[in-house]
């Protein structure tokens, strides 16, 4: 039974799992709860930041998310990974508020772009002129340019790349927590890795 | 297969989810083809986009998420006071109402400390041995899913998303059952710290005001009315 950490507060003793945490949560640790909180707030506010485009909007929408987890303790079953219900249900309030903010009438694309531009649009590339194709330069701007490409992108292509290639989870996990099937992951992947790379294209260096 | 057949493939094999024989086909093509490596070393140079892609969140986060929690009550209180279990809640909201009914049935036998100084988050059960004024008696763990009913009549707003259009959904994901996803779904109808103000939670409350009468501060229930 015994870890290799030593204890955290809540432990007395040893390292608690996510999962164990959020059981005793459900059991009314309070302490659980913040150390759950200690350990994802960053990654939830990040995640939502990318999704949502500014820092104030991830602010709030990472409060809702942590709220919505306190509320549905009682439904947190430890058959699914913690982080994987866990931005489930994040990828679900940052969609509710792009939803809640967006201008009237305004659409949130969620995956239209299935086949955005066909084949008409295929990113156009050259050969690097110094052939080390491995060194790809950016420009200062890459952040900013970044994060408002990621903000063109449908919704869903956006959350499948964000968490997969920024959160590290699997095209298995990915798929589970946006509800849709591993090839439709890696489809949506690859056709973001498009979009960004023409989007970005002035960036290139 | 022309190249832009297996750039999608590419994309799988950069991020290490190719099968053994999509890896080596693209492995293959790779070194033969030098736009193809163009496009593989500009796949992964995305990733240092996104990486620069964060933000921290402000100092006043977390103070002000804590305050919404315990206002709301779906946390306990911080202090260190009671050690009997918790549930988010529904439990101790039941558990004031049945002690509320308790106190208001047998009133004039029981000596209510109405000092609104020391007032604990513990929540007595009552004595043993004295008649139950609810069949369910004490504090019946009262599981989540009440709060959850789409009977709330809050925020009805969001339609749950269809199946995109991309991609079959598959029932059959590997994380979360379809169970659960339809829960975190509903979750969406829930909006703002009014969740637990409706119908019998609202009653709840009541009762407790009505036996406790001052409501205020220090009891882990009552705080959900602030959030109104
Ligand atoms: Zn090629």
């Not at chain 2, 039941?94 to 208001?104: E, Q, R, S, V």
Request: glycine share 8%; net charge negative; charged share 25%.
């Amino acid at each position: 039974m015994e870890r290799d950490k030593p204890s955290s507060k809540v432990s007395g003793g040893r390292m608690r799992t996510d999962e164990e945490l959020m059981l005793l949560f459900r059991e009314g640790s309070r302490d659980a709860f913040e150390e759950l909180f200690s350990r994802h707030h960053r990654a939830v506010v990040r995640f939502a930041y990318r999704m949502t485009g500014n820092a104030a909007s991830a602010e709030e929408a990472a409060q809702e998310i942590f709220l919505r987890i306190a509320r549905a303790a009682g439904t947190y079953r430890p058959t699914a990974k913690f982080t994987t219900w866990m931005f489930t249900i994040a990828r679900h309030a940052t969609l509710n508020f792009l939803r809640d903010t967006a201008v009237e009438g305004e659409e949130i694309p969620i995956a239209s772009a299935e086949d955005p531009d066909g084949d008409a649009r295929e990113i156009r590339l050259h050969a690097p002129a110094e052939g080390n194709p491995e060194t790809v330069m950016w420009g200062s701007q890459l952040k900013e340019r970044f994060l408002s490409a990621l903000q063109e992108l449908p919704e869903g292509y956006r959350a499948a790349f964000v968490l997969n290639r920024g959160d590290g989870f699997s095209y298995e996990e990915t798929a589970g927590i946006l509800g849709i099937t591993v090839q439709a992951v890696k489809t949506r992947i690859f056709r973001t890795r498009e979009m960004l790379l023409r989007s970005l294209s002035e960036e290139l260096k | 297969m022309d190249c832009r057949d297996l750039r999608e493939t590419i994309s799988a094999f950069v991020d290490g989810e190719a099968t053994p024989e999509e890896s080596s086909l693209a492995a293959e093509h790779l070194a033969s083809c030098a736009g193809c490596r163009t496009i593989e070393a500009r796949m992964r140079s995305l990733e240092e986009g996104l990486r620069r892609v964060h933000t921290e969140p402000e100092k006043g986060f977390r103070e002000s998420l804590f305050a919404r929690l315990e206002a709301e009550g779906a946390i306990p209180p911080k202090k260190k006071i009671s050690r009997r279990p918790w549930r988010p809640a529904a439990v101790a909201l039941a558990a004031a109402a049945a002690i509320g009914l308790f106190f208001l049935v047998s009133r004039e036998s029981v000596r209510v400390r109405t000092a609104p100084g020391p007032s604990t988050a513990r929540v007595e059960t009552p004595p043993s041995g004295r008649p139950d004024p609810k069949p369910a008696g004490g504090a019946p763990p009262v599981p989540m899913e009440p709060l959850l009913s789409p009977g709330t009549p809050t925020a009805m707003r969001d339609i749950p998303e269809s199946a995109p259009p991309v991609a079959a959904p598959s029932a059959s994901s590997p994380a979360l059952s379809p169970d659960e996803m339809e829960m975190i779904a509903l979750l969406d109808v829930l909006s703002g710290p009014v969740s637990f103000e409706a119908g019998e939670d609202a009653e709840a409350l009541d009762l407790l005001d009505a036996f406790g009468g001052n409501g205020g501060s220090g009891k882990f229930p009552s705080g959900g009315r602030s959030g109104a």
